[in-house]
Structures are given as structure tokens and as C-alpha cells.
């Protein structure tokens, strides 16, 4: 059988439950059962306070009345507030100048300066100036006997 020290342990968590799903006179009852095994439980005796204090009714449903109106009264119109409040709308007027100024600044001038190099052809690139890709290319083109020239070359 378990011992006591358990039993108040395991009675005291059943109440914090049910207390936690709002079946408050079931965990009313629990929490009595723990002082029942343990008369001196502080816990279970300060959250039977507390349902004494807040006077905690059943877990039942809450009847509230429902009347028909054909607006809202005052109280909760203040609360929504629906009357939007609308602020006038700055229109900005915008030149052109302005905005070429401002493209100018972020992009530079509109005109395009053209600073392009003559491509060169492959035949007058020299050695030194081709890329690396160049030369792996050709070097996988190579036969297996001239692969091992084409690395010192």
C-alpha cells in the first residue's frame, strides 16, 4: 500500500487538475480529501482560502440574458469606436526635375558612359592572359599520351 506521504501528493495533483479544467467542485472536494489524509497540508489549506475568498461557483454554464436592440448603447459604442477617424490625405506633388535629380543621386547621371574594351580575339590573347578554364578545356581534349607534356607546357 502506498504511503501517506504519496496519497497526499497524488490527491494534491487531482485537485490542481481539475482546478485547471474549471471543475472547481470536484477540486474543492479533492483538496479536502488531501486534508483528510493530512490535516496540516498548507498547500491544500491556502487554495482552500482561496476558494473561500473568491467564492468560486460550480463549473456549470453561466446563464447571461440576451436582449434584442437596434443599436448599441453608449458604454459599448465608446469601445469600439466606430466611427473611423480619417486624416487628411498629403498629396505630394511631383516634378520631373525632381525626380531626375533624385535618380541622378542614387543611380548617377541618366546618360550611360560606355567605357567597353575591345574584346580581343582568342588569337591575340596571350598565354598569361588566358583563364585557368582555358586551359583545363584543352587539356581534357588532349590524347592520354600528351597530357603529361600539356601540364609542363
Not at 23 to 41: I, Q, R
Not at 117 to 144: G, N, R
Request: net charge neutral; hydrophobic share 35%; proline share 5%.
Amino acid at each position: 500500500m502506498s504511503t501517506p506521504s504519496v496519497i497526499v501528493k497524488l490527491l494534491f495533483r487531482k485537485a490542481m487538475a481539475l482546478k485547471g479544467q474549471n471543475k472547481m467542485d470536484f477540486a474543492k472536494k479533492a483538496f479536502e480529501d488531501v486534508l483528510a489524509v493530512d490535516p496540516s497540508n498548507a498547500h491544500a489549506l491556502s487554495e482552500l482560502a482561496i476558494f473561500e475568498q473568491e467564492g468560486k461557483r460550480d463549473s456549470g454554464d453561466i446563464k447571461i440574458p440576451v436582449e434584442v436592440v437596434d443599436e448599441l448603447p453608449d458604454r459599448f459604442k465608446k469601445m469600439l469606436n466606430t466611427e473611423s477617424q480619417q486624416l487628411p490625405k498629403q498629396e505630394k506633388k511631383v516634378s520631373s526635375g525632381d525626380v531626375d535629380k533624385e535618380i541622378d543621386e542614387l543611380f548617377g547621371s541618366k546618360t550611360a558612359k560606355v567605357n567597353h574594351k575591345e574584346i580581343p580575339k582568342v588569337e591575340e590573347v596571350k598565354v598569361h592572359e588566358k583563364s585557368p578554364m582555358h586551359f583545363l578545356t584543352a587539356l581534357k581534349q588532349l590524347p592520354e599520351e600528351q597530357k603529361v607534356k600539356g601540364y609542363c607546357s
